[in-house]
């Protein structure tokens, strides 16, 4: 762990272990009438996770800040349809008991999935400390999160056609978390959706749609949508190994963000000084970027750009894209290409996105009207919107919209 003075923040992702000063239900299926307002299970992600990486990673370039399984992933998740009634007991740092009673406010950022008509969030308040979510939702479903970079993930729980259990190494990959599989003990680097030492080295992760939004927003869109309850509710791998199941040893503080102040810092991943070696002075290492790789090229839209130019169509190594926010501010890309036919997309005057004759909810990526009505754009960035210095650490050559040429 490591103390970061008046920026607040008490310890790190891929290293944050412990406790912070701060009866098991059945899940629910979480089935919604949301109609097209959910996206259809199995919506295409079309774009690369990473560029070609130097494989097997030495351990070298491996950053020890944790031992494996001391931030517990979530391996038996309950769902509800909001926080009602949560209590929750941790134990905090000099050893004494405390109970507090989290609540999920609206403005609070979520990871939602949405797969065949059902729609499931993820509470950043609960993947700030558990960092992994093994769920099992329409098929086996991971879920991920790494704090120090801001950067969500989601694919399918299968390494080598199996379904496994992922858990946190402790170990960190160019700043990024690295996960294992129980089923071969590779280790898997989240931004790069790949193994990168182990028997599975080079094999992949098939991706899943990821959508980071708020809890308000993603309620708005998916009216049935159910929320991730934290722990004891949820269970949890214990730190005395990946094959323990807990539902109550590994509780947190869910009140408290142990990363308050790390976003508006300049320092980057754990390491003891300010910047981490950063020199690209496109952006603050910190702005908030999405990433589109394809073909070999790799290209950056930083959100301050995308909310003064409404919306970006663009070309990224021949994929055809459009870029935009969502109501409330997040990044999202989008495949602008539906039935070999590349669609020209412009704002309307409700919100949506307009293309084709049909109206497109940006949020989703899903037309709700005319002659495209139910089709589901494909999904351009591997990884949710992230920190520009995590982007760059995965994609070193990558362009910048708006700011190279």
């Known amino acids: 762990m490591l103390g970061l003075g008046a920026v607040g923040l008490a310890?790190?992702?891929?290293?944050?272990?412990?406790?912070?000063?701060?009866?098991?239900?059945?899940?629910?299926?979480?089935?919604t009438d949301a109609g097209n307002q959910t996206a259809p299970q199995g919506a295409d992600v079309a774009t690369d996770p990473a560029a070609g990486l130097d494989l097997p990673v030495d351990d070298s370039e491996l950053q020890r800040g944790a031992s494996e399984d001391a931030i517990p992933a979530i391996v038996d998740p309950v769902f509800e349809a909001d926080w009602s009634g949560l209590s929750v007991t941790f134990v905090d740092r000099y050893g004494g008991q405390q109970t507090v009673e989290p609540r999920l406010e609206s403005e609070d950022p979520v990871i939602g999935v949405a797969r065949g008509g059902a729609a499931r969030a993820y509470p950043f308040r609960v993947l700030n400390w558990h960092e992994i979510v093994n769920d099992e939702f329409g098929g086996p479903l991971l879920v991920t999160y790494c704090p120090l970079c801001r950067s969500a993930v989601t694919a399918e729980r299968r390494v080598g056609g199996e379904e496994t259990q992922f858990g946190v190494s402790g170990l960190l990959y160019r700043n990024a978390l690295v996960m294992y599989d129980e089923a071969t003990d590779s280790l898997w680097s989240?931004?790069?959706a790949q193994a990168i030492q182990g028997p599975m080295t080079g094999e992949t992760l098939k991706l899943e749609q990821v959508t980071v939004t708020t809890w308000g927003a993603w309620q708005d869109d998916h009216p049935g949508t159910?929320?991730?309850?934290?722990?004891?509710?949820?269970?949890?791998?214990?730190?005395?190994?990946?094959?323990?199941?807990?539902?109550?040893?590994?509780?947190?503080?869910?009140?408290?963000n142990p990363y308050a102040g790390y976003g508006d810092s300049d320092r980057i991943g754990i390491g003891t000084g300010l910047g981490g070696g950063f020199d690209d002075d496109r952006l603050h290492s910190k702005a908030e970027v999405i990433g589109v790789a394809h073909d070999g090229v790799a290209r950056a839209y930083d959100a301050a750009t995308l909310a003064e130019a409404g919306v970006v169509e663009?070309?990224?190594?021949?994929?055809?894209?459009v870029v935009t926010t969502t109501a409330?501010?997040?990044?999202?890309?989008?495949?602008?290409?539906?039935?070999?036919?590349?669609?020209?997309?412009?704002?309307?005057?409700?919100?949506?996105?307009?293309?084709?004759?049909?109206?497109?909810?940006?949020?989703?990526?899903?037309?709700?009207?005319?002659?495209?009505?139910?089709?589901?754009?494909?999904?351009?960035?591997?990884v949710s919107p992230l920190f520009w210095f995590a982007w760059l650490d995965i994609h070193p050559d990558s362009e910048l919209y708006g700011h190279d040429g």
């Open 314 to 321: 663009d070309s990224v190594g021949g994929l055809p894209v």
């Open 190 to 192: 989240q931004l790069a």
């Open 11 to 31: 310890a790190l992702s891929g290293c944050l272990s412990g406790s912070d000063d701060g009866d098991s239900r059945e899940p629910v299926a979480g089935e």
């Open 226 to 256: 159910v929320v991730l309850r934290p722990p004891p509710e949820s269970g949890t791998i214990s730190s005395g190994g990946s094959d323990t199941v807990t539902a109550s040893a590994e509780t947190r503080n869910y009140t408290v």
């Open 328 to 382: 409330d501010g997040t990044p999202v890309a989008w495949v602008r290409e539906v039935d070999g036919e590349v669609l020209s997309f412009g704002r309307g005057d409700d919100g949506h996105l307009r293309a084709g004759g049909s109206r497109w909810r940006r949020s989703t990526g899903l037309a709700v009207d005319g002659p495209h009505e139910g089709t589901q754009l494909a999904q351009a960035n591997a």
